[in-house]
């Protein structure tokens, strides 16, 4: 009887402490005063990178006409990329398609015309000085459908972290702020998470034939982006 009577006494003494030592950690918790703030971190970088999308379309009486005429025609792209210097594995396809064609009339039924084939690479190069050397080859070489191209940033990661580095600094510059208006000061940051990030830019538009197929070069100006991160941090103030 002894021994049972002493079990309960423990395990009602455990009972009693436990609940003090959530609400000890619940009021650490929401102590002070809690400020919650929003900070964007930002930095420049010149593009280094460009992605190109050169496609041949084709249009013939057959299917098996179509898909020929446009895999001799890529094969005369591939090759113009490849004596520009793009190597193999910035070279990848991106789509291909064969789909029929009809001519419509009114109250007739639709009457098969031919068969239109496609076929479009993604390429990546980081010579940006031969960009428009590489759209004007790709033109010359009967690539009809080119789309970019998009100039971006080879492996932001390090002006990513560089950008985070400057959101939370804004960030707790800001807090410091806010605590010496009020009279505080801060004591220790309570949560920060990440709310943005590096967004790569739209392609420009994409160029017909007709257009690129000029005698002046093409000229493609990288200029600069912004790399940007923005955090969302929360304070304790006291």
């Known amino acids: 009887m002894k021994t049972g ?20 950690a ?29 496609g041949v379309q084709t249009l013939k009486p057959t299917a098996s006409a179509a898909i020929e005429d446009n895999a001799a025609r890529m094969e005369r792209v591939r090759s113009a990329l490849k004596r520009a210097g ?23 039924p639709p009457v098969l015309t031919g068969y239109r084939a496609s076929n479009s690479l993604s390429i990546r190069f980081r010579d940006l000085k031969r960009t428009g050397a590489i759209l004007d080859a790709l033109v ?11 100039l971006t940033i080879d492996k932001p990661e390090a002006a990513q972290d560089e950008a985070r580095q400057k959101a ?23 949560s920060v998470s990440e709310s943005g990030g ?20 093409t000229v493609v100006e990288p200029g600069s982006q912004d790399v940007q991160v923005t955090v969302a941090m929360s304070f304790e103030l006291q």
């Open 5 to 24: 009577l002493m079990a309960a006494l423990v395990l009602a003494g455990t009972a009693l402490s436990m609940p003090a030592a959530a609400q000890e």
């Open 26 to 54: 619940v009021a650490r918790a929401t102590s002070g005063t809690r400020v919650d703030v929003s900070a964007t971190g930002s930095v420049s970088r010149v593009p280094n990178l460009a992605i190109i999308s050169a």
């Open 86 to 108: 793009i190597a193999d594995r910035d070279i990848q396809t991106a789509s291909i398609n064969l789909n029929p064609e009809y001519r419509y009339a009114d109250n007739q």
């Open 140 to 150: 010359a070489e009967g690539a009809n459908q080119i789309n970019g191209p998009t």
């Open 168 to 190: 939370i600094a804004a960030g707790r510059a800001r807090a410091e702020l806010y605590a010496r208006t009020l009279g505080m000061r801060v004591v220790r940051v309570v």
């Open 198 to 217: 590096y967004v790569a830019p739209p392609p420009m538009p994409m160029m017909e034939r007709g257009m690129a197929a000029m005698d002046a070069k």
